[in-house]
């Protein structure tokens, strides 16, 4: 082996680590429980959550602003909030919505279910996965901080040029936007590198691809789109910010620059970018549907490839949204023709919902009511999005609120009733209790009335030509009924949040609900709830699609399903295992080393908005930022992932030839991007 | 589709490797990953896929700008010198072969090698920024500042991108020569220059069709 060649004696042997704790500012954090462990946690579980319960916060601020919005046009002539008010409103709803609530959501199942689906202990890269959520949250708090230094942004969530430059908007509230979307965005991007590894990379042995559930499938391409769609809001963020802050011309048209420059690199972001909204939810209910329609998925192979071709097609469609702006009619045509047939694999994976709700035993649970709507309601914004790709059609609709209603159909109706169907779904499985399922239909229903009564008429208004981004409207347009009705269903929406949260918090003594309280199809149902920190005893072999509903159902003389007698599950569950040996008597769970917490991601997250404020308010800020940047890639770079500190298990049987733990613990090390196992070989 | 469908699919390939007991060295990955590429590289080369439309973008601005009337200073076409700047395109191709050099000695466990070959890299690439840096003076002198007209800001801004790059991969280099200085850079970790190297070849490349589409081929 090269290792042991002679060597200058300077060289040490391979594996020697001359440097435990670099830098050595922080001793290593150790704790797994109290409200610390959350700072320095790097367990995808862990993160799930805190994604989760970050992106739910923001949701109630994006509602609030959106209530606020629809109280002004609850009747004509509004006087609640001023021109000035309500654009900063509708600017920070957008935004919200999209950027600090659907995104993290999905963030947040992907991070939490992923490792879990695939048969894998953690992500591939631990400590950077505590770096994207802890750069998101600074992201999103910069952002908000907004408010309370000069006023929001106010210029759209898509922020056209040259509105944007500072000739139009003065204020602060642009800067705050661009570069509170660059942090979020380098959040995204973190992520997308390290869920794409995990999902390619970390599969446990027979998990082919194409057995993978449709959840990871989607949340695969979704983050694929986001690996290639962040860098282009990148560019548009930085040219926007050199712009702003430095005097640069890219949107300057007083120097003949071209404003369609800001419209082009947005939307070639902004279309693959609705199909990240939406994908992730389009694999909950794929893998919420069957379970509770007791069948498998219709047509697997075709919702897997319709997702991918949804994955291609939608770079190819962006200027849809530009049919208005003068691109030229050979352009309008093309991206009409294009975006007509991006609807051919969307509607492919409609009727292949149906076709698994077809003759199933349809149980009508909470997650399930969440999921069938969001089949019908998606169908609906669908259509009047093949309206929209009417290009003639379109400059009637277009900047109305017919748009509204279509981008509501598909993103609340859409991703968000495909969110509380997943959250509904796995809450057993995070937090080891059912949500209540009275308290969750009642939610299910209000929220489904409201959200209709909000939202189905604004396509008549739409119609009649009502302007959105207005601040009021003027009496006898006969517009005045239809907006009542409009925001009296936004209360309803807020009320049936209020009930979640209600549920959330009345359901916390729930009993405990097993490990696979609704006779689950995939690998996450076969562990405890909640699982433990090492997800499985052994790394699953896995055989089948569904591969834990094939490992509790054997099948009749008829191919009927028949429940087995005998199946394991694959760790924590019973008696002996919560005492740590394990459903396999073979394994001792002690001897499984996860990646150990760090200070390192919280601290370097902290450099980025030290940098942002720096760049809008004193450079020596900025520059201190950078100091933390580069200490905090250093450390996080330098520290082991897997503390050679930290103890081995609480068991005294751990002699130096325990070749095989020492494997094991590699395997997790490997995880995290750490190479400090060398004594292995 | 019935259950009796999925069940007669039996197990195709995959066969789990073993116990996980894949004994390894100094030269094969150290661990078994579904693809087979270690996490590291699979992500770096994820990263320069995202990098990709990064710079795609910039060029495009670029490209959209460099045909546009100015309405003052000298339009960026008048004011290149294009012999200083293939010298300096040369020398950043050059650091590529030294980068290739280094990955090669210190998987020959050579480490003395490996750093001189590291620090040439990073030299190279010192100098490269070096250039830039003499010829955005030079450019500031001729009247184009980064706020004069529209080519100016899109000019400097893709360059300057792009020597930001350059400049992260020479912290890379020295951190990787510093490291093996320490004697934290074994053959074992050859991987990790590997992954530097990509990264810098990547930047190498995205020059050359800077080089290319924005000083050689006339607007
Ligand atoms: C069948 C598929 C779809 C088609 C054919 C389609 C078509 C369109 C078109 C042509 C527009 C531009 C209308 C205009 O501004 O005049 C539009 C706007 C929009 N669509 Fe879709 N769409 C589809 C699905 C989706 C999905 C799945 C989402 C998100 C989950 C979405 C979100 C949006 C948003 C947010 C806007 C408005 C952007 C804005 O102006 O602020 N669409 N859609
Ligand atoms: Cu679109």
């Not at chain 1, 979020?184 to 991007?189: C, E, N, P, V, Y």
């Not at chain 1, 005097?247 to 800001?262: C, I, K, R, T």
């Not at chain 1, 968000?416 to 796995?426: K, N, Q, R, V």
């Not at chain 2, 074992?188 to 050359?208: C, Q, S």
Request: charged share 15%; net charge negative; aromatic share 14%.
């Amino acid at each position: 082996m090269a290792l042991t060649e002679e060597r200058p004696p300077l060289e040490l042997t391979a594996g020697d680590e001359p440097v435990r704790n670099p830098l050595g500012a922080f001793s290593r954090p150790s704790s797994s429980y109290g409200w610390r462990s959350w700072l320095t946690t790097v367990d995808h579980k862990k993160i799930g959550i805190l994604y989760g319960a970050t992106a739910m916060a923001f949701f109630a601020l994006g509602g609030l602003e959106a209530l606020l919005l629809r109280v002004q046009l609850a009747q004509p002539e509004g006087q609640v909030l001023s021109p000035e008010v309500y654009n900063q409103m509708f600017t920070m709803h957008g935004t919200t919505m999209v950027f600090l609530v659907i995104m993290p959501m999905l963030a947040a199942f992907s991070n939490y279910l992923i490792p879990l689906m695939i048969g894998a202990r953690d992500v591939a890269f631990p400590r950077l996965n505590a770096l994207s959520y802890w750069v998101f949250l600074f992201g999103g708090l910069f952002l908000y901080s907004s408010f309370f230094l000069g006023g929001a942004p106010d210029n759209g969530w898509f922020n056209y040029a040259p509105n944007s430059g500072v000739a139009f908007s003065p204020g602060h509230g642009i800067d705050f936007w661009t570069l509170g979307l660059q942090i979020t965005g380098i959040a995204s991007l973190l992520g997308a590198v390290n869920l794409i590894t995990t999902c390619l990379n970390m599969r446990a042995p027979g998990m082919t691809l194409l057995r993978m559930p449709v959840f990871v499938w989607m949340a695969l391409v979704a983050q694929f789109l986001l690996l290639f769609a962040i860098p282009v809001i990148t560019v548009a963020l930085f040219l926007l910010m050199f712009d702003r802050l430095f005097g640069a011309n890219f949107f300057n048209v007083e120097a003949g620059a071209d404003p369609l420059l800001w419209q082009h690199l947005f939307w070639i972001f902004g279309h693959p970018e609705v199909y990240i909204l939406v994908l992730p939810a389009f694999g909950i209910v794929s893998d919420v549907i069957p379970t509770f329609a007791r069948k498998p998925l219709f047509g697997y192979p075709f919702m897997v490839f319709s997702g991918i071709a949804i994955g291609f097609m939608g770079w190819g469609v962006w200027a849809h949204h530009m049919f208005a702006s003068g691109i030229g009619p050979v352009s309008v045509a093309a991206f009409s023709l294009s975006t007509m047939f991006i609807a051919v694999p969307t509607g492919v994976k409609i009727f292949n919902w149906i076709g698994t709700l077809w003759k199933g035993k349809l149980i009508f649970t909470t997650a399930m009511l969440f999921a069938v709507a969001l089949v019908s309601q998606f169908t609906i914004g669908g259509l009047s999005g093949v309206m929209h790709s009417v290009a003639p059609h379109d400059t009637q609709q277009t900047d109305t609120y017919f748009i509204v209603a279509h981008f509501h159909y598909v993103l609340f109706g859409g991703s968000m009733f495909g969110i509380f169907a997943g959250i509904y779904y796995w809450w057993p499985k995070i937090f080891g209790h059912k949500l209540s399922e009275r308290i969750g239909k009642a939610h299910f229903w209000t929220m489904f009335v409201g959200f209709n009564l909000t939202f189905g008429p604004m396509h008549i208004v739409g119609l009649q030509g009502m302007p959105r981004r207005t601040a009021t409207y003027p009496e006898g347009m006969g517009w005045d009924l239809m907006n009542l009705l409009e925001t009296i269903g936004s209360f309803l929406i807020a009320i049936s949040f209020l009930m979640w949260v209600y549920n959330v918090v009345a359901s916390r003594k729930n009993p405990h609900a097993g490990a696979d309280p609704w006779d689950g199809r995939t690998l996450e149902w076969s562990i405890s709830s909640p699982p433990p920190a090492y997800n499985f005893d052994v790394e699953p072999t896995v055989e089948h699609l569904d591969e834990w509903w094939h490992r509790k159902y054997g099948e009749d003389e008829h191919g009927r399903p028949v429940r087995r007698e005998h199946f394991t599950y694959l760790s924590g569950v019973d008696e002996a295992s919560r005492r740590g040996g394990g459903d396999d008597p073979d394994v001792d769970v002690s001897d499984i080393h996860l990646p150990s917490p760090s200070y390192w991601p919280i601290v370097l997250a902290l450099g980025l908005p030290l940098i942002a404020y720096g760049l809008i308010y004193t450079y020596w800020l900025a520059a201190l930022g950078g100091l933390v940047i580069i200490a905090g890639s250093f450390g996080l770079g330098l520290e082991p992932s897997v503390d050679p500190d930290a103890g081995h298990g609480d068991h005294g049987d751990h002699g130096p030839d325990d070749e095989g733990h020492d494997q094991e613990l590699a395997e997790v090390g490997a995880a995290a991007g750490g190479d400090d196992d060398e004594e292995a070989s | 589709m019935s259950v009796s469908e999925q069940t007669a699919t039996a197990p195709a390939g995959a066969v789990p490797e073993g116990a996980a007991h894949v004994p390894h060295d100094a030269t094969t990955p150290a661990h078994h990953t579904s693809t087979g590429l270690s996490h590291e590289k699979l992500a770096m080369w994820l990263f320069l896929g995202s990098e990709c439309l990064l710079f795609g973008g910039l060029i495009s601005t670029f490209l959209l700008y460099r045909t546009r009337e100015v309405t003052a200073g000298p339009p960026v076409g008048d004011i290149y010198d294009i012999p200083f700047t293939s010298v300096s395109s040369f020398v950043l191709l050059m650091s590529s072969l030294t980068m290739v050099l280094a990955l090669s000695a210190i998987q020959r466990a050579d480490h003395r090698r490996a750093r001189t070959w590291l620090l040439t890299t990073a030299l190279l690439g010192s100098t490269f920024v070096a250039g830039q840096v003499y010829e955005f003076t030079t450019f500031v002198h001729e009247g184009l500042g980064y706020t004069t007209n529209l080519q100016g800001s899109a000019f400097y801004t893709l360059t300057g991108f792009h020597g930001v790059h350059v400049t992260l991969g020479i912290l890379m280099l020295l951190s990787l020569f510093v490291m093996s200085l320490r004697g934290r850079l074994p053959a074992g970790k050859a991987e990790t220059v590997e992954i530097v190297g990509l990264y810098w070849h990547f930047v190498d490349i995205v020059w050359i069709i800077i080089f290319t589409l924005v000083y050689l081929i006339p607007a």
